[in-house]
């Protein structure tokens, strides 16, 4: 017997599928996996222009898309009218009205106006900005690593397993500032030259917590824990998120455990056909099946045999 895939409703995955566009999308906020874009329909910005602007999009979405894997980028300005070419700016300067520009601007994460913000880096971990706070100590191996922007030490942050806090220090001038990954959280100090970042993130804080597969399916959240044997195809699976591997494991009658290494963007995930003895692994975020939905599940196989 085939077994096919559930069909279940998983809003994390679905892209809202509407382009972004002009005059439609003027004064919306366009979040994004790493930032969030203004939308000002008509405000060119003369200058501030980047080594590899322009570049040439088939969507304004494509042009904010460049962008925002950037970490300079702070403005993405299209113009469907020649040819698609995607301004890139690393400076944004004071704005120009100019009807045939479709303008995407990302604000620098600067201390203090971000304060007390949260900006999502993973699809299931954010930051929370902490103005001149320092959680002084609790210093990771490899830490710090000099970023050219506060975004970026928070990437750094999330692609070291185990990091919970950022603490920053914008360079003075152009270059690179310096980047502290913390795994422990100590005593915050004021600091006038630090910004600070807490990260939040299934693991370490649903450890032991009920999660759901989208499918009607519970799990508990095992962080930093690996589980032996059981591995099952089709794993394994990239997927950009622990909330991800979860759900393909709900695509599967017969998975009940999973192993997700984290990465940044993407990390590694393995469907298990059977809860194997736990080891300690910081980089894994695990989770065990505690209840199956198999009334669903046998009567939906039952349909389809
Ligand atoms: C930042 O926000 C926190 C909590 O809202 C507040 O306690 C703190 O004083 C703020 N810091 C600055 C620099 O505004």
Same mark, same amino acid.
């Given at each position: 017997?085939?077994i096919?895939p559930l069909?279940c409703?998983?809003?994390?995955?679905i892209?809202?599928?509407v382009?972004?566009s002009c005059?439609?999308?003027?004064?919306s906020t366009?979040?994004t996996?790493?930032?969030?874009f203004?939308i000002?329909?008509?405000?060119?910005?003369?200058?501030?222009?980047?080594?590899?602007?322009p570049a040439w999009?088939?969507?304004?979405d494509?042009c904010?898309?460049l962008?925002d894997h950037?970490d300079m980028?702070r403005?993405?300005?299209?113009?469907?009218?020649?040819? *698609?070419?995607c301004y890139?700016k690393? !400076? @944004?300067e004071t #704005?120009?009205? +100019?009807?045939?520009?479709?303008? &995407?601007i990302n604000?620098?994460w600067?201390?203090?106006?971000?304060?007390?913000?949260r900006?999502?880096?993973g699809?299931d971990?954010?930051?929370?900005i902490e103005?001149?706070?320092?959680?002084?100590g609790?210093?990771m191996?490899?830490?710090?690593?000099?970023?050219?922007?506060?975004q970026a030490?928070?990437?750094a942050?999330?692609?070291?397993?185990?990091?919970i806090?950022?603490?920053?220090?914008?360079?003075?001038g152009?270059?690179? *500032?310096v980047?502290?990954?913390?795994n !422990? @959280?100590?005593t #915050?100090i004021? +600091?006038?030259a630090?910004w600070? &970042?807490?990260?939040?993130?299934?693991?370490p804080?649903?450890?032991g917590?009920?999660w759901?597969?989208?499918?009607g399916?519970?799990?508990q959240?095992?962080?930093?824990?690996d589980?032996?044997?059981?591995?099952?195809?089709?794993?394994?699976?990239?997927?950009?998120?622990?909330?991800?591997?979860?759900?393909?494991?709900?695509?599967?009658?017969?998975c009940?455990?999973?192993?997700?290494e984290?990465g940044y963007?993407?990390?590694?995930?393995?469907?298990k056909?059977?809860v194997?003895e736990?080891s300690?692994?910081m980089g894994?975020y695990?989770?065990r099946?505690?209840?199956?939905?198999?009334i669903l599940?046998?009567?939906?196989?039952?349909?389809?045999?």
């Amino acid at each position: 017997m085939q077994i096919t895939p559930l069909l279940c409703l998983f809003a994390g995955l679905i892209a809202s599928g509407v382009a972004t566009s002009c005059p439609e999308s003027d004064g919306s906020t366009l979040e994004t996996n790493l930032g969030s874009f203004h939308i000002q329909c008509g405000a060119d910005r003369p200058g501030g222009d980047m080594t590899n602007s322009p570049a040439w999009t088939s969507s304004f979405d494509d042009c904010i898309y460049l962008c925002d894997h950037d970490d300079m980028c702070r403005g993405a300005l299209w113009d469907p009218n020649n040819g *698609g070419a995607c301004y890139l700016k690393s !400076e @944004l300067e004071t #704005a120009v009205y +100019n009807p045939n520009i479709w303008a &995407a601007i990302n604000p620098l994460w600067d201390c203090p106006t971000y304060n007390g913000t949260r900006h999502e880096i993973g699809i299931d971990s954010y930051y929370t900005i902490e103005c001149y706070q320092d959680h002084i100590g609790g210093d990771m191996p490899g830490s710090p690593v000099w970023t050219p922007t506060f975004q970026a030490c928070m990437e750094a942050c999330e692609r070291n397993s185990g990091c919970i806090d950022v603490s920053w220090i914008p360079p003075t001038g152009t270059g690179n *500032g310096v980047c502290y990954m913390k795994n !422990e @959280l100590n005593t #915050a100090i004021v +600091n006038s030259a630090v910004w600070g &970042a807490r990260r939040w993130s299934v693991c370490p804080d649903q450890d032991g917590q009920p999660w759901e597969d989208g499918c009607g399916a519970w799990y508990q959240v095992e962080c930093f824990t690996d589980r032996f044997g059981g591995v099952m195809a089709p794993s394994p699976i990239t997927t950009a998120s622990f909330e991800g591997c979860v759900y393909w494991c709900g695509q599967y009658p017969d998975c009940v455990d999973i192993s997700w290494e984290q990465g940044y963007p993407t990390g590694t995930c393995w469907l298990k056909s059977s809860v194997g003895e736990a080891s300690r692994n910081m980089g894994v975020y695990g989770a065990r099946q505690i209840s199956p939905y198999f009334i669903l599940r046998q009567s939906y196989r039952h349909d389809k045999v």
